[in-house]
Structures are given as structure tokens and as C-alpha cells.
């Protein structure tokens, strides 16, 4: 079992940079590896970042990909999610999640966080 709780979201302007954590307890948190999706209502979770177990790789979608950086610190069972260049179709809720592997849907994830919102405003 892992407990996941995020926290670092706000509101912020267009342009600015945010850092989100992801604070993991229970077992083993250096075993899984971790993503970072976020939701808007009425829409599916999207993935937005991935990063292995040991932290050696990483994975970006398009829409985030250069603005976005995930990693972890396996030490301080923590993952991060850097957000730069913020733009308002950033705003949603963040949610970090724990799995075997990083996979682009939500449903291949174990365990989940909270959330943390973030707005972006023009």
C-alpha cells in the first residue's frame, strides 16, 4: 500500500513557474513508478508526466513537453512535477499516482493522491 499526498498548487499567472510535490508513505516507494495526470471537469484524467522507478527516465506528452519536468527523490520518497511557461489551459487539478510502469492512461495506476488544483490566469 501507498498513500500519496500532493501539495504546491496555487494560483498563478501566465508565464509563471509552480513546483508540485508528491509525498509517498508505506512500502517501497522506490519500487513504482510515478505520473503526474491532471483533470478538468467533465474530462478524463490526462497524463502529463511519467518518470521510472529509478528515476532514469522520463516521459512528456506534446502539450508539456519542454515546460514540464518530473522527478523524484527516491531518498525522500517524493516525486516533482516543475511547471514553467504556465499557460491558462494548465489549469485543472494534478494528481500524482504510483504504478508497476509508466502507462498514458490513468487506469494502469495503483494508488492516487488527493490532488493539488493549480489556475493559470491571463
Known amino acids: 500500500q501507498v498513500q500519496l499526498v500532493e501539495s504546491g498548487g496555487g494560483l498563478v499567472q501566465a508565464g509563471d513557474s509552480l513546483r508540485l510535490s508528491c509525498a509517498a508513505s508505506?512500502?517501497?516507494?522506490?519500487?513504482?513508478?510515478m505520473g503526474w495526470f491532471r483533470q478538468t471537469p467533465g474530462k478524463e484524467r490526462a497524463f502529463v508526466a511519467g518518470?521510472?522507478?529509478?528515476?532514469?527516465?522520463?516521459v512528456y506528452p506534446d502539450s508539456v513537453k519542454g515546460r514540464f519536468t518530473i522527478s523524484r527523490d527516491n531518498a525522500k520518497n517524493t516525486v516533482y512535477l516543475q511547471m514553467s511557461s504556465l499557460k491558462p489551459e494548465d489549469t485543472a487539478v494534478y494528481y500524482c499516482?504510483?504504478?508497476?510502469?509508466?502507462?498514458?492512461?490513468?487506469?494502469?495506476?495503483?494508488?492516487w493522491g488527493q490532488g493539488t488544483q493549480v489556475t493559470v490566469s491571463s
Open positions: 499516482a504510483a504504478g508497476l510502469h509508466i502507462r498514458l492512461l490513468s487506469t494502469a495506476y495503483n494508488y
Open positions: 508505506g512500502r517501497a516507494f522506490s519500487s513504482y513508478a
Open positions: 518518470i521510472t522507478a529509478s528515476g532514469g527516465s522520463t
